[in-house]
Structure formats: C-alpha cells, structure tokens
C-alpha cells in the first residue's frame, strides 16, 4: 500500500506536526513517500529525508509553490496522486486548504481531522465539536485524509531516504500571493509547545493578557485564548484555541478566566493535565480541569509567577 | 455581480449533543436547530456587498429536506434576495454537495460564492475548497477580510501564525471565519419580508449527478469522559501539585 504524505513547511522548516502526520500514516502501511513543495526549500528536503519511515522524498522547488497556493499544490499533489492509495496531509490551516481541493480533483471523498486509523479503509474523527467520535469508512479507491496532530506521537528523525527532484510546474495562473502577515513570537507554536497557557473572556481587555507572559516565559508556554476572548478583540485569532480555531494537547494546559464552552474543550480537552484558574466556582472548565482554583485571576496570576 | 451563498443547517451552537444509545449516530430528535454560524457569515458578508453597491443579487441555497427552508427565510431576512433548496432526504457526502452546487454555479453564474468555512456538526471544513476545484475557480478559505476590486478579489485568510493576503481572479470561492464580521439580527419587518421572497425548491435527483455514498458511517460513540479533578485551597498548593503529583513543572 503506498502512501504519500504532503509536509507541512514554510521553505525554512520542516513543520514538526508532519512527523506526526508520519505517524499516522505508519498505521496504514509502511512504503511512505513524503512530498516536499515549495520554493528555495532545500533545508526543507533535508530534514524532510532524515524522517523516520520514510522512503523517498519528492522534492519540487518552484516559485509555484512558494505560498503553497492552494489552487497550485492541488494540481501537483493530483498530479503524483496515480501512484499512491493514500494521501495524508497535517489539519492545520494550510493542509486543511489545499486537501479538500486534491480529493475533488480526484473525484473522491476526503476523511478530515482524523485521530486514529482503525484499517487501511477505517478512520476515527471527531465530530460535533468532539462531543462525538465517529468511525468512517472510505468507499473510494483512493484515501485523502488528514491528520489531527494531537492523536499521534511524532516518528524519530533519523532516517535516511532517497531524494528526488520533481520538475513538474503546475501554475493555475488564477491566484496570487500579496501579503503575509505573521505574528513575530519568541515563544513556542501553540501547537508544538508542551505547556499552554491561554486566557478568556475573564481577562477583560487585551492589555491584561500581558499577565501571561510571565508564567509564559518561565514555563517556556504558549499562549492561546478562548473563542470569547477573540470574539471580543482582546487578542488576534491565531490564538484562538477551540473547535473552529487551534487543537492542541501539551502536558499542561492552564485555562484563566476561561469559562470552558464545549467550543473551547474541543480544542484542549486531550490535554495531559489541566489546570482551571477561574472566579466562578460553577464553570463548566472546573468539570475537565485535573486542578482547579476558585480565585479572581488578577490575584492569582502575579502569585503564580512569584512561586514558579 | 451575483453572490452565492450556500448555507447549512444544523444544530444550534448552544446545544450539547447526544450519542444515541445503538451507536448509530447522534441524536438529534427535538434539538433545536439553526443556521451553521459561519454560513450566517456569509450571508451577512454577501449582503454588506450588496448594500455597498458590489453585489447586485445575494442567492441562498441549502441543500436538505424541507426543515431547511426555515435557515433559507433566516438569509432572506438577513438580506438575501432569493433562495434555492435543492430537496433531498439523504445525508450527502461534501463532495456530493459540491457537486450539486456546481450545477448551481453553471446555471447562476455568480462571480463570487460565499461559503462558511466548516459547518458545526460534520467538522470537515471541505465543501468550498471542493467547489472550488470543481468549478475551476480560486478559493479564498478563513477570510477575515473580503475586497472586491476590479476583476479580482482580494481575500484576508487567517492561517497559523498570522494572516495571509491573496488575490483572486473573479469568479472566486471564499469561505468565511469568524472575525470576518458580526452577523446583524433580522428585524421583525425583514422576517415578515422574507416570507414573501422567491424560495425555488429543485429535487437533488434532477440534476443527473451520482450521488452515491463515498463514506460509510460505521458507528459514533460518546467522547472519553475526562474526570473532574480537585479543587485546591491555594497557589502554593497548586504549584506543589504541579511539581510533586502531576510532575508536569520543575
């Protein structure tokens, strides 16, 4: 069964979710091809080559794929797609772009979010905010899935796979990149950091999340924030962690001010152990928290730093 | 320009769900029901382009049984001018949706559809980009800021790390996110309105398309329940947790 696993990459590095993605693909079948698209991303395909259980990487560098268009990777990625059964990418924004469009190219359907493989054919997602968990079966020849991170552990990388150079163009010609702008962040990927901290609507403006930054520094955390949070401006939605936005599951997760809507445990809940600081003795994140603390925030935060 | 705005309906965002108890899937007998948050989106952002001379007609469409024709009157009490139901009783595949949506498309001709990103139920975050690639258009997906100018689209995407700006050729898919705006409410006056305006109700069998199964719902269970934990006493009692029982800080 051969399997083609996209990476996620910004032409720098390699996105550590793609081991992950790796892993899950591992569970289907062992002849992994990864296929590395991007532009002046040599750095890239190194790293892409040293993953574990990989057997070749596709390298195609072009000035197409720079922004990894969705309109042009999904020609690509269709275009390799006859020589393999499966096809996995990472759920995160610029997977969850481009699949979709692949799987219609294909004429097929797409199993998205999946946090387990239950057979070559077999998959496990969440649903309804992960208030539900379903088992899908894919009737179509082909599989297009992709994989929440947060159900695998990640492969070693010391591998050693062949490279080969792609030179296929494909260019839509139908859009084009004006502008990144990405927040400039000494702190961890909320999705790769081992500690989380993130604040709700309790912090009540986006000034007062500075109260974060050092429990933040001292953890080595990352910092996210409750769809409310986003909602009412305190902070951009990069941060958001929830159903719609970020699922991430570090070792410790530390909600404050978070009143813990199922959008929200939809994001965390997968958490190692969580920690709840909130006013309200009735909210509903004190039922999923491992330890909790009834205290106003604006107490309890500068405590907290003095005593880590 | 024409604007299309396919919308679903689903359960409303406020409801908890229930896993029946065969496992079959979840119950969803007298639960309340409302328009997918993003696709309210949508039309609110297909309307804003309406009053602000860009688009010259806003089409909703829902692709369900008859139920959905109370999410299509909520569009056209937000704004939407006319509204189509393709009427079908099954649980259709996103692919299958694209490909009713393309034939839509073809008939309609918009120059720009409107979609919310993912609906609040199937989580799959697919029909758009799939009607994109059906149709051969770009696709704008997460925007959170939408610009028509000339002959193209400039569309804001919220991706991980920060934004992403691209120009679109027209016509174009875009799917929305949250922050793109904040949906009105419909005023007594606009629902009594909406009750008036066209609703096409086309049979999802006339279009000619195989719309067979390409997924098969084996079975859907409740989550792992994660236990409720302990309330500690104090910060001090918290880090000692931390560091000594939990063993997740040093």
Same mark, same amino acid.
């Given at each position: 069964?051969?399997?083609?696993?996209?990476?996620?990459?910004?032409?720098?590095?390699?996105?550590?979710?793609?081991?992950?993605?790796?892993?899950?693909?591992?569970?289907?079948?062992?002849?992994?091809?990864?296929?590395?698209?991007?532009?002046?991303?040599?750095?890239?395909?190194?790293?892409?080559?040293?993953?574990?259980?990989?057997?070749?990487?596709?390298?195609?560098?072009?000035?197409?794929?720079?922004?990894?268009?969705?309109?042009?990777?999904?020609?690509?990625?269709?275009?390799?797609?006859?020589?393999?059964?499966?096809?996995?990418? @990472?759920?995160?924004?610029?997977?969850?772009?481009?699949?979709?469009?692949?799987?219609?190219?294909?004429?097929?359907?797409?199993?998205?979010?999946?946090?387990?493989?239950?057979?070559?054919?077999?998959?496990?997602?969440?649903?309804?905010?992960?208030?539900?968990?379903? @088992?899908?079966?894919?009737?179509?020849?082909?599989?297009?899935? @992709?994989?929440?991170?947060?159900?695998?552990?990640?492969?070693?990388?010391?591998?050693?796979?062949?490279?080969?150079?792609?030179?296929?163009?494909?260019?839509?010609?139908?859009?084009?990149?004006?502008? *990144?702008?990405?927040?400039?962040?000494?702190?961890?990927?909320?999705?790769?950091?081992?500690?989380?901290?993130?604040?709700?609507?309790?912090?009540?403006?986006? *000034?007062?999340?500075?109260?974060?930054?050092?429990?933040?520094?001292?953890?080595?955390?990352?910092?996210?924030?409750?769809?409310?949070?986003?909602?009412?401006?305190?902070?951009?939605?990069?941060?958001?962690?929830?159903?719609?936005?970020?699922?991430?599951?570090?070792?410790?997760?530390?909600?404050?001010?978070?009143?813990?809507?199922?959008?929200?445990?939809?994001?965390?809940?997968?958490?190692?152990?969580?920690?709840?600081?909130?006013?309200?003795?009735?909210?509903?994140?004190?039922?999923?928290? *491992?330890?909790?603390?009834?205290? *106003?925030?604006?107490?309890?935060?500068?405590?907290?730093?003095?005593?880590? | 320009?024409?604007?299309?705005?396919?919308? &679903?309906?689903?359960?409303?965002?406020?409801? &908890?769900?229930?896993? &029946?108890?065969?496992? =079959?899937?979840?119950?969803?007998?007298?639960?309340?029901?409302?328009?997918?948050?993003?696709?309210?989106?949508?039309?609110?952002?297909?309307?804003?382009?309406?009053?602000?001379?860009?688009?010259?007609?806003?089409?909703?469409?829902?692709?369900?049984? &008859?139920?959905?024709?109370?999410?299509?009157?909520?569009?056209?009490?937000?704004?939407?001018?006319?509204?189509?139901?393709?009427?079908?009783?099954? +649980?259709?595949?996103?692919?299958?949706?694209?490909?009713?949506?393309?034939?839509?498309?073809?008939?309609?001709?918009?120059?720009?559809?409107?979609?919310?990103?993912?609906?609040?139920?199937?989580?799959?975050?697919?029909?758009?980009?799939?009607?994109?690639?059906?149709?051969?258009?770009?696709?704008?997906?997460?925007?959170?800021?939408?610009?028509?100018?000339?002959?193209?689209? +400039?569309?804001?995407?919220?991706?991980?790390?920060?934004?992403?700006?691209?120009?679109?050729?027209?016509?174009?898919?875009?799917?929305?996110?949250?922050?793109?705006?904040?949906?009105?409410?419909?005023?007594?006056?606009?629902?009594?309105?909406?009750?008036?305006?066209?609703?096409?109700?086309?049979?999802?069998?006339?279009?000619?398309?195989?719309? =067979?199964?390409?997924?098969?719902?084996?079975?859907?269970?409740?989550?792992?329940?994660?236990?409720?934990?302990?309330?500690?006493?104090?910060?001090?009692?918290?880090?000692?947790?931390?560091?000594?029982?939990?063993?997740?800080?040093?």
């Amino acid at each position: 069964m051969s399997i083609l696993v996209i990476a996620e990459h910004d032409n720098n590095s390699l996105k550590a979710e793609t081991l992950k993605t790796v892993a899950a693909a591992q569970k289907v079948g062992s002849d992994i091809t990864l296929l590395v698209a991007g532009f002046n991303c040599q750095a890239v395909v190194e790293a892409a080559a040293k993953v574990n259980g990989v057997g070749k990487v596709l390298a195609c560098d072009n000035a197409a794929y720079e922004h990894q268009l969705a309109e042009n990777i999904s020609l690509l990625v269709t275009e390799v797609a006859s020589d393999y059964e499966h096809i996995f990418a @990472t759920a995160l924004t610029t997977g969850k772009n481009f699949m979709p469009r692949v799987a219609a190219l294909l004429d097929v359907a797409q199993i998205s979010d999946i946090i387990d493989v239950e057979s070559s054919d077999t998959f496990v997602r969440p649903i309804y905010a992960g208030n539900a968990i379903a @088992t899908v079966q894919s009737l179509d020849s082909k599989k297009v899935i @992709t994989v929440r991170t947060t159900g695998f552990d990640a492969v070693a990388s010391d591998g050693n796979a062949e490279i080969i150079n792609l030179d296929i163009v494909t260019d839509a010609g139908i859009s084009s990149h004006v502008s *990144d702008e990405l927040t400039v962040s000494e702190r961890p990927d909320l999705g790769a950091a081992s500690v989380v901290i993130s604040g709700g609507r309790g912090m009540q403006n986006g *000034d007062n999340f500075k109260l974060l930054d050092g429990i933040a520094d001292k953890l080595g955390a990352a910092i996210g924030a409750s769809r409310a949070a986003v909602d009412a401006g305190f902070v951009p939605n990069d941060m958001q962690v929830g159903q719609t936005g970020k699922i991430v599951a570090p070792d410790l997760y530390i909600a404050v001010g978070i009143s813990g809507a199922i959008q929200h445990l939809a994001g965390m809940k997968d958490s190692k152990v969580i920690v709840a600081i909130n006013k309200d003795p009735e909210a509903p994140i004190f039922q999923v928290a *491992d330890y909790g603390i009834v205290a *106003d925030l604006f107490d309890a935060l500068p405590e907290l730093e003095s005593k880590l | 320009m024409k604007v299309l705005v396919p919308i &679903k309906r689903v359960i409303d965002y406020n409801v &908890k769900v229930r896993v &029946k108890p065969d496992h =079959s899937n979840v119950d969803l007998a007298n639960t309340k029901m409302a328009i997918n948050p993003f696709c309210e989106i949508a039309v609110e952002e297909a309307v804003r382009l309406k009053e602000a001379g860009i688009a010259t007609e806003v089409i909703a469409i829902s692709i369900g049984d &008859k139920s959905c024709q109370e999410q299509l009157r909520t569009a056209l009490a937000l704004g939407a001018d006319r509204a189509i139901q393709i009427d079908t009783n099954e +649980n259709l595949d996103a692919l299958n949706i694209a490909k009713l949506l393309q034939k839509v498309v073809e008939e309609e001709q918009p120059q720009l559809v409107i979609l919310g990103k993912q609906s609040i139920d199937s989580d799959n975050n697919q029909t758009g980009q799939m009607l994109a690639a059906l149709t051969g258009m770009p696709q704008g997906t997460f925007a959170s800021v939408v610009k028509v100018e000339g002959d193209k689209v +400039n569309v804001t995407r919220e991706i991980d790390g920060g934004l992403q700006t691209l120009a679109l050729n027209l016509p174009a898919i875009v799917t929305t996110d949250l922050r793109l705006n904040e949906p009105r409410y419909a005023s007594l006056p606009n629902i009594m309105k909406a009750k008036r305006k066209p609703l096409d109700v086309k049979a999802a069998a006339d279009f000619g398309i195989d719309l =067979s199964a390409r997924t098969k719902l084996l079975k859907v269970t409740p989550p792992a329940e994660r236990q409720a934990g302990i309330v500690v006493e104090s910060i001090d009692e918290l880090v000692e947790k931390l560091k000594n029982e939990a063993k997740v800080i040093s």
